[in-house]
């Protein structure tokens, strides 16, 4: 009997329940590492084989496991007892990674934690009904309520330690990244209101209808802009793209600057228009592929807020400046600005899911990844390099996604009863947001309330400030009440 017992104790505290290098056993890899295959009546153990990757991890690592290969700190097992390297938690920021980007809104954080806790909990369970067969078939007793609950409390904690430490970094590169980006979204809203306050001063004289050729003509550039966007962003990269909208617009910017009649700005109007709708496309796009799948919404709300802020900040910079000697210095905030990106050009990274598009061999690929995620080895790079690859061939249109023509995705989004609701929603919304003449007070709200209040300026600066709160309170009612909520 005191055997028995001394053998219980001895399997109780085998794997994850006495080290932190502990066998969750049983959990299902994705399908890139290795495919199902049909269980086997009896699997014997096969003695898992060190990978590539795991070679680089510390020779310290290697040795806590005797007479084995290093695994990870969990590991799965297939049923035909191949082990795979990705950790219940691993699996949870997989998932996400597979959703399309539009469907990452606020609150992934929330919703990834509680993904990965059920990841953990299964685990825990696996390991624990694992164990009980392990001491059945040695002393013919399975274990105890008391030993089962004790086993699952010590290996969830030590799941959600891991949980812990795996919590996502946000990098130098990533804040580079988000700060260039959100730039050009700033100056699109800047644009969209600068010509508000000033018109009564810039070239005092000039006809109602050169005005609003002036104003009018950056929605024409706006359209141009974004459809050449959607083709050099895959041609020439999310990096190159934006080399070329940070370039226009500070082409535009010193046309505006330095205009000597009506006619120049209006065509510098039509050039920060057409870097206005390049931008709006490019921005989310490479936002989206360099944010991890949790910041997704986060960083989706903030280009946005970038905009708003942007029209924000021109009326606010017209109290000083609407003047007859100072409304070059408005304008001249676009040529600042664009300086400002130009200098930490040298330093934002190209989309590694883009590069991983042209050849999912790419070193370089790899190398951003290492520095966008703060990784260390190089078994956690091949897990997020699989990531993205995984997310890009599950999202495609088609099984030759990088030949897939926009018309081609369109329809397939159409016809995918999982995004079909969310895009019509989606085109619904912005048609209306057009169409109910938002803009037009954006453009003209000085004129509007001329003769109404003492301070025209005054009022079209509340209306910039209260679609700035509105569009901060937006994460707040998602995360409360949910999108649908956000969306009544």
Same mark, same amino acid.
């Given at each position: 009997?005191?055997?028995?017992? @001394?053998?219980?104790?001895?399997?109780?505290?085998?794997?994850?329940? !006495?080290?932190? *290098?502990?066998?969750?056993?049983?959990?299902?890899?994705?399908? /890139?590492?290795?495919?199902?295959?049909?269980?086997?009546?009896?699997?014997? $153990?096969?003695?898992?084989?060190?990978?590539?990757?795991?070679?680089?991890?510390?020779?310290?690592?290697?040795?806590?496991?005797?007479?084995?290969? %290093?695994?990870?700190?969990?590991?799965?097992?297939?049923? @035909?007892?191949?082990?795979?390297?990705?950790?219940?938690?691993? +699996?949870?920021?997989?998932?996400?990674?597979?959703?399309?980007?539009?469907?990452?809104?606020?609150?992934?954080?929330?919703?990834?934690?509680?993904?990965?806790?059920?990841?953990?909990? /299964?685990?825990?369970?696996?390991?624990?009904?694992?164990?009980?067969?392990?001491?059945?078939?040695?002393?013919?007793?399975?274990?105890?309520?008391?030993?089962?609950?004790?086993?699952?409390?010590?290996?969830?904690?030590?799941? %959600? @330690?891991?949980?812990?430490?795996?919590?996502?970094?946000?990098?130098? $590169?990533?804040?580079?990244?988000?700060?260039?980006?959100?730039?050009?979204?700033?100056?699109?809203?800047? =644009?969209?209101?600068?010509?508000?306050?000033?018109?009564?001063?810039?070239?005092?004289?000039?006809?109602?209808?050169? *005005?609003? *050729?002036?104003?009018?003509?950056?929605?024409?550039?706006?359209?141009?802009?974004? #459809?050449?966007?959607?083709?050099?962003?895959?041609?020439?990269?999310?990096?190159?793209?934006?080399?070329?909208?940070? /370039?226009?617009?500070?082409?535009?910017?010193?046309?505006?600057?330095?205009?000597?009649?009506? %006619?120049?700005?209006?065509? !510098?109007?039509?050039?920060?228009?057409?870097?206005?709708?390049?931008?709006?496309?490019?921005?989310?796009?490479?936002?989206?592929?360099?944010?991890?799948?949790?910041?997704?919404?986060?960083?989706?709300?903030?280009?946005?807020?970038?905009?708003?802020?942007?029209?924000?900040?021109?009326? &606010?910079?017209?109290?000083?400046?609407?003047?007859?000697?100072?409304?070059? #210095?408005?304008?001249?905030?676009?040529?600042?600005?664009?300086?400002?990106?130009?200098?930490?050009?040298?330093?934002?990274?190209?989309?590694?899911? *883009?590069?991983?598009?042209?050849?999912?061999?790419?070193?370089?690929?790899?190398?951003?990844?290492?520095?966008?995620?703060? +990784?260390?080895?190089?078994?956690?790079?091949? #897990?997020?390099?699989?990531?993205?690859?995984?997310?890009?061939?599950?999202?495609?249109?088609?099984?030759?996604?990088?030949?897939?023509?926009?018309?081609?995705?369109?329809?397939?989004? &159409?016809?995918?009863?999982?995004?079909? =609701?969310? +895009?019509?929603?989606?085109?619904?919304?912005?048609?209306?947001?057009?169409?109910?003449?938002?803009?037009?007070?954006?453009? /003209?709200?000085? %004129?509007?309330?001329?003769?109404?209040? @003492?301070? $025209?300026?005054?009022?079209?600066?509340?209306?910039?400030?209260?679609?700035?709160?509105?569009?901060?309170?937006?994460?707040?009612?998602?995360?409360?009440?949910?999108?649908?909520?956000?969306? &009544?």
């Amino acid at each position: 009997m005191a055997a028995n017992e @001394d053998e219980r104790r001895r399997l109780l505290e085998q794997g994850n329940g !006495s080290s932190p *290098w502990y066998n969750t056993a049983t959990m299902p890899t994705p399908h /890139y590492h290795h495919p199902f295959t049909q269980p086997l009546q009896n699997p014997a $153990p096969q003695e898992p084989q060190m990978s590539e990757a795991h070679k680089s991890q510390p020779a310290r690592m290697a040795s806590m496991v005797p007479g084995q290969q %290093m695994l990870t700190k969990s590991y799965s097992v297939h049923a @035909d007892g191949a082990p795979g390297y990705l950790t219940p938690l691993q +699996l949870g920021r997989h998932e996400l990674y597979e959703r399309v980007p539009f469907t990452a809104v606020f609150g992934m954080q929330q919703k990834e934690r509680n993904i990965t806790e059920a990841f953990a909990s /299964y685990a825990a369970d696996l390991d624990t009904l694992e164990q009980d067969q392990i001491v059945y078939s040695r002393t013919n007793q399975h274990l105890s309520e008391l030993e089962r609950d004790s086993r699952r409390s010590r290996a969830s904690l030590l799941l %959600m @330690d891991e949980l812990e430490m795996d919590a996502v970094l946000v990098t130098t $590169p990533l804040i580079i990244a988000i700060f260039v980006a959100g730039l050009c979204q700033f100056l699109v809203g800047y =644009n969209t209101g600068v010509m508000n306050a000033p018109s009564s001063v810039v070239f005092s004289g000039h006809s109602t209808l050169e *005005w609003s *050729w002036a104003v009018s003509v950056f929605a024409v550039g706006g359209p141009l802009g974004a #459809i050449a966007a959607g083709t050099l962003v895959d041609t020439r990269g999310r990096r190159g793209a934006m080399a070329i909208c940070i /370039y226009t617009f500070l082409i535009g910017g010193v046309i505006q600057t330095t205009a000597k009649n009506m %006619m120049f700005i209006t065509m !510098s109007r039509f050039v920060i228009g057409f870097a206005s709708g390049f931008s709006s496309v490019l921005v989310p796009i490479y936002l989206g592929e360099l944010a991890p799948p949790t910041l997704r919404g986060t960083l989706g709300t903030l280009t946005q807020f970038c905009l708003v802020t942007g029209i924000f900040v021109s009326d &606010l910079l017209a109290f000083p400046f609407a003047t007859e000697k100072g409304w070059r #210095i408005l304008f001249s905030v676009t040529v600042v600005a664009s300086v400002v990106q130009i200098l930490c050009f040298p330093f934002l990274i190209e989309s590694p899911r *883009w590069l991983l598009g042209r050849d999912r061999a790419s070193r370089r690929a790899r190398h951003i990844i290492k520095k966008l995620r703060g +990784l260390r080895y190089d078994h956690e790079i091949e #897990i997020e390099v699989n990531h993205f690859v995984s997310a890009s061939h599950k999202q495609a249109c088609d099984n030759n996604e990088e030949h897939t023509s926009s018309k081609v995705a369109f329809f397939a989004m &159409l016809m995918d009863k999982q995004i079909r =609701n969310l +895009l019509v929603c989606s085109l619904a919304l912005q048609m209306a947001q057009q169409l109910c003449g938002i803009n037009a007070v954006f453009y /003209y709200s000085t %004129m509007f309330f001329e003769g109404l209040i @003492d301070s $025209p300026l005054l009022g079209t600066t509340i209306v910039g400030g209260v679609n700035v709160a509105a569009t901060r309170n937006v994460p707040v009612v998602d995360n409360a009440r949910g999108v649908s909520a956000g969306i &009544l």
